[in-house]
Nanobody, 125 residues
Framework: QVQMMESGGDSVQAGGSLRLSCTTS????????MAWFRQPPGKERGGVAC????????VYIGPVKGRFSISRDNAKNTVYLQMSDLNPDDTGMYYC??????????????????WGQGTQVTVSS
């Protein structure tokens, strides 16, 4: 059973920074591209960033470009999301998941369909 455990979320002021972590189990981690997804209050969940298995391909979606940085440690089965210059629009529940593709020309789709509990990020102005 594929499981993800996200952590690192917090309440911060606009302009602040956070580092999210996601540790996985039940899959061969370095065989999979990984992605971070965000679900703002009252809205659908959507992809934020993805990274392929060897960190060569990295994609960022929309307004997070230049502010967020995704990375991974295959030895620890963990993917990270370093977030800086946060603003209230970054508020939401953050999830990670394995994805079939990490490409700017393909949608980020959860490969197994299961989600962890997520980690809450709240940014106040």
């Amino acid at each position: 059973q594929v499981q993800m455990m996200e952590s690192g979320g917090d309440s911060v002021q606009a302009g602040g920074s956070l580092r999210l972590s996601c540790t996985t189990s039940g899959l061969t981690f370095d065989n999979h591209a990984m992605a971070w997804f965000r679900q703002p209050p009252g809205k659908e969940r959507g992809g934020v960033a993805c990274i392929n298995w060897n960190s060569v391909a990295i994609v960022y979606i929309g307004p997070v470009k230049g502010r967020f940085s995704i990375s991974r440690d295959n030895a620890k089965n963990t993917v990270y999301l370093q977030m800086s210059d946060l603003n209230p629009d970054d508020t939401g529940m953050y999830y990670c998941a394995p994805v079939q593709y990490c490409s700017s020309s393909r949608p980020m789709t959860n490969e197994y369909g299961s989600w962890g509990q997520g980690t809450q990020v709240t940014v106040s102005s």
